[in-house]
Structure formats: C-alpha cells, structure tokens
C-alpha cells in the first residue's frame, strides 16, 4: 500500500498531467507514470533507488520533459503502486521490471537508474540491448561487496527509530533540508515494510552484477558518482572503472552525494541532457 506521502508526490504529478499506468507481470501488477514530453530528444526512463517511488523524483522528471519525446517511471516492485510479491529479492524486481519495461517501451529509450535502479538498468541493457539507445548510471549499486561491507549496507539500511532516520537522511544528502524531520518520518515507515525488510536481508552475491555484464554494455553509458558519497562503499566506483567498456565515460561530480538529482536536480538534468543528446546523434 502506497503511503501518503508517495501519494502527494504522485498526485503533484497528475496535476501537472502526467498519467499512471498499471501493467500485470509475472511478479505481480507494476504502475508507472509517464507523460509526453516537448522535445525530440529520446524517451527515458528513470528507475528509482531501494525505498523510493517514482513520484519523489518529480523535480528531475519535470527538468527532463521539455528535452525529450516521453518520459517513463516505474514504481519498483513492492514500493509505491507496485504490488509486493509474496517473496521478494533481487531477481524477482528484476523480473518484474523487466517484463514492464517489455510492455511500456515501443521504441528504443535512454534508461537512467539510481542506486539500486542503476543496477536493475544495466541489467535490461544486458538481457535487452535493442531496446535501450544509453544508460546513465546514478551512483550505481550492485558492484560486489566484502562481507564486511555488505554487513555495513545492512545496518545502514536497517533503520527503526526516527533519529536513525534523520542519520541516514544525513549520509544519504550532502544539503540538510528543513523537511528533514517529515523525510525521516516517511523513510521511516518505507524501511518498516516487511517486503523491503525481506528484500535487505536477503541482500547478498547472487544479487551482484558480475564482470561479464558490466563489460557487455555496448551502448552509451554515463556513470555519475557523488564525491561526498556516504552510503555505498568507494570500492563499488572502483569496480566499474575497472570493467565497464572504454567508451563509457565517469564523472565524479563535487558537491553531491548519493543521490545526486537531490542535491543538485539541475546540474544532473544539465548533465543528463547532454547525454541524451550524445545518444540522439
């Protein structure tokens, strides 16, 4: 069940004319919003983080609608108007995902993933090639992790009271915003669902992308990484420099973190947008 405040967020949306679609897949109905967009750049894509929705990355959603012929987002499996699959992780999403995107895309599109999104992505890219012109990976996970370092994702993500909710609000952003204390309220309740909670304890190798898939990428591809990243490790930037193709280019971009089209919506547009264009010629 959506919570309020993924439903405000859609509903700003909607005001602004943006559509919901909700398509059945083998994992269980995924909604997306969409909207034509006012230019003739390619259609994309935005696939959200772990406990996000499409809706909160309304402000980067209406940014890429002048540039493009239509814009796409999902609410992933178990999160937003996505149902929850009665057992979820990794390739179930996947899974769900993917058989949306089949449903949703009638010609080749740009895919923009964050976070957990940016692995999901990568993986359509992977299983789907045809159909994605560019992929823009936003401070991307799914590179492999030490035992260690996956026992820190756990506990960072495991989150119960709101005072650990306003701490990683805190990792997660390098600006504090005065909406912190209702941000930590409603990441609170998100982290508190049993399917999310299900999907991070089962968080583990067969969910990493392997080197195979990181090098088969032979479209366009953007990887943007916060300089202040708090959340993922660095290891995770140092495992797609070392294996994506030649011809993908990496910025570290200063001044952001791990969710970049936050603390500076605009210059990620700006930079999105002149990966679109690359893609488009």
């Known amino acids: 069940m959506a919570m309020l405040s993924e439903r405000l967020a859609r509903l700003s949306l909607r005001v602004l004319g943006w559509q919901s679609r909700t398509v059945a897949t083998t994992t269980g109905s995924v909604h997306w919003i969409e909207t034509p967009g006012r230019g003739e750049l390619p259609t994309t894509v935005l696939l959200h983080g772990f406990n996000s929705s499409a809706g909160y990355n309304g402000p980067l959603l209406q940014a890429l609608r002048p540039h493009v012929r239509r814009v796409i987002a999902p609410d992933l499996p178990a999160h937003g108007f996505s149902t929850a699959p009665a057992h979820l992780d990794g390739n179930v999403i996947y899974e769900g995902i993917r058989d949306a995107l089949d449903r949703a895309l009638d010609a080749p599109a740009v895919l923009v993933g964050n976070s957990m999104g940016a692995a999901l992505a990568l993986r359509y890219a992977v299983d789907r090639p045809a159909m994605v012109r560019g992929l823009a990976l936003v401070a991307p996970g799914g590179a492999p992790l030490t035992a260690h370092e996956l026992a820190t994702l756990q506990r960072t993500f495991s989150i119960r009271t709101h005072a650990e909710a306003e701490a990683f609000i805190d990792r997660l952003l390098v600006r504090r915003t005065a909406l912190r204390p209702i941000a930590a309220a409603s990441l609170r309740r998100g982290f508190a669902r049993p399917a999310l909670r299900q999907l991070l304890a089962g968080l583990g190798p067969a969910n990493y992308l392997t080197v195979d898939e ?14 202040e990243e708090r959340v993922l490790p660095s290891t995770g930037l140092a495992f797609f420099r070392e294996h994506l193709p030649a011809h993908a280019r990496i910025e570290v971009v200063d001044g952001v973190g791990h969710s970049p089209q936050v603390d500076d919506c605009d210059g990620t547009a700006r930079r999105l947008v002149a990966f679109l264009r690359e893609t488009a010629g």
């Open 214 to 227: 990181v090098r088969a990428l032979a479209m366009p591809v953007l990887l943007l990484w916060g300089a």
